[in-house]
């Protein structure tokens, strides 16, 4: 034993100090990180980084070392609270709604946490946790999201630590589920499986799926599952699990006019049937007569109100406030709803003008209509890239990979108490983003990127 260990350690030195490096890291980042500390946030967050491309680079073949390594870097926040997001505490609340019979689509935390006797385990510090705007709006996370928060909430026992456990569970499980059936879906396509640990291994993915609970990782299993099956000509049987994908988030369904080339007049219509039926039979048991105003106006809300990370609406604001004497508050509002008119156009044109007749063709559409949207966004939250990420491991494309690293940027909003953001470092961010995107598009789909070989 202590012969192969010794064997072990002289073959693969390097690749192990870099997984003993980057555990000791993630722990660091785990259990002794303040949001606020953006000098030791960066640095921790570029150590991994790097650490996670020489080890795709050192270990591509060895896909057992891979896969381990990635499990060991998850299981390091198994208990840890999440640090760079409050999002969970809405989670449980919802959770502990449904487990106790009230649907969180019709009711707001505010008008509830002031009912007396509220049956919710630790609903003031749920309340208090969430934050005042999550408190004052109905819940936006779909159906299957929900019916996730109330499984954690059942099998956590009332304790919130508990119910952070078993999210964090079916979170890294789904991680697993994309390294397999992203695997058997990159054989399909010709491509070596190892691009896969390129979202795997990826600290952005690591950190804001079981680091800080974000849903994601979820919603790409249904998807990458899908896309499986749509590769092994069960188109019939991938409806519903590409519903399963849209229930859990909405993004996907942003991509199904995409498909009408691909499966042709006839299937096409039956796919998008099916995908429609499953949608709602997994809606039904939150219905009432008031759910569609109330999720309508909270998703709305995205479009309309908020803003982060953005890239394209800061220049816009910045001209319109400027040179226009636009108020922010409107500019926000008029801005929101023009780019979702303008997402759906362009998704529409692109199913109708682009062959989409091969997966790898319909990828790099999906790809190209979220890179659009998402460059033209008012809100860009680190996590949101993780699926821009996930879908350039199937083409010729990287700056999604780069994206993931130039993202952390925007985490410097969180070392001000007023989250105010650093349009430099943002404009930093999306400068080297487009950059090399447009690097790449000239060097006919990123082929002369020579150290993210295929």
Do not use: C
Request: cysteine-free.
């Amino acid at each position: 034993m202590p012969h192969n260990i010794v064997k072990l350690w002289k073959l693969h030195k390097i690749p192990l100090l870099l997984s003993l490096g980057s555990i000791l890291f993630y722990t660091s980042f785990a259990y002794d990180l303040n949001r606020a500390d953006f000098p030791k946030l960066l640095s921790l967050f570029v150590a991994l980084f790097f650490f996670h491309f020489k080890l795709i680079q050192f270990q591509k073949w060895n896909f057992k070392f891979l896969l381990i390594s990635g499990i060991l870097f998850r299981l390091v926040f198994l208990l840890a609270e999440p640090n760079l997001s409050q999002d969970f505490y809405r989670f449980i609340w919802d959770g502990e709604l449904i487990k106790n019979g009230i649907n969180p689509y019709l009711n707001v935390p505010n008008e509830l946490i002031a009912q007396p006797n509220l049956p919710i385990a630790n609903a003031q510090q749920l309340f208090d946790g969430m934050g005042s705007l999550s408190a004052k709006h109905f819940s936006n996370y779909p159906p299957l999201n929900q019916i996730i928060f109330a499984i954690a909430a059942f099998l956590g026992g009332g304790s919130i630590v508990g119910s952070i456990l078993v999210m964090r569970v079916t979170i890294i499980l789904a991680d697993i589920g994309i390294i397999y059936f992203g695997r058997k879906l990159l054989q399909k396509m010709n491509r070596s499986n190892h691009m896969a640990f390129w979202y795997f291994l990826n600290p952005l993915v690591i950190i804001e799926l079981t680091g800080n609970l974000h849903f994601e990782g979820v919603m790409l299993f249904f998807f990458i599952w899908s896309l499986s099956l749509i590769a092994d000509k069960k188109w019939l049987v991938a409806a519903p699990v590409y519903a399963l994908s849209i229930m859990v988030k909405l993004v996907p369904i942003l991509f199904l006019p995409l498909f009408f080339k691909y499966f042709g007049f006839k299937k096409s219509i039956f796919f998008y049937l099916v995908v429609g039926i499953s949608g709602v039979v997994l809606l039904l048991p939150f219905y009432s007569s008031s759910f569609i105003d109330n999720y309508s106006d909270t998703v709305g809300l995205w479009f309309s109100n908020f803003e982060f990370n953005a890239g394209v609406y800061n220049l816009v604001k910045h001209i319109g406030v400027t040179f226009f004497e636009a108020k922010p508050w409107i500019l926000v509002k008029d801005y929101g709803k023009l780019i979702a008119i303008m997402v759906i156009v362009l998704t529409i044109s692109i199913a109708f003008l682009r062959k989409n007749q091969n997966l790898g063709t319909l990828m790099t559409s999906m790809l190209t209509v979220l890179t659009i949207y998402y460059l033209l966004s008012s809100t860009v939250h680190p996590w949101y890239v993780i699926f821009l990420l996930a879908l350039t491991i199937f083409t010729e494309y990287r700056y999604a990979v780069a994206w993931s690293a130039l993202v952390v940027l925007s985490y410097w909003a969180y070392s001000n108490p007023d989250f105010d953001e650093s349009l430099w470092l943002l404009a930093i961010e999306y400068i080297m983003v487009i950059g090399f995107l447009i690097y790449e598009i000239m060097a006919k789909g990123g082929k002369k990127l020579h150290f993210f070989k295929k």
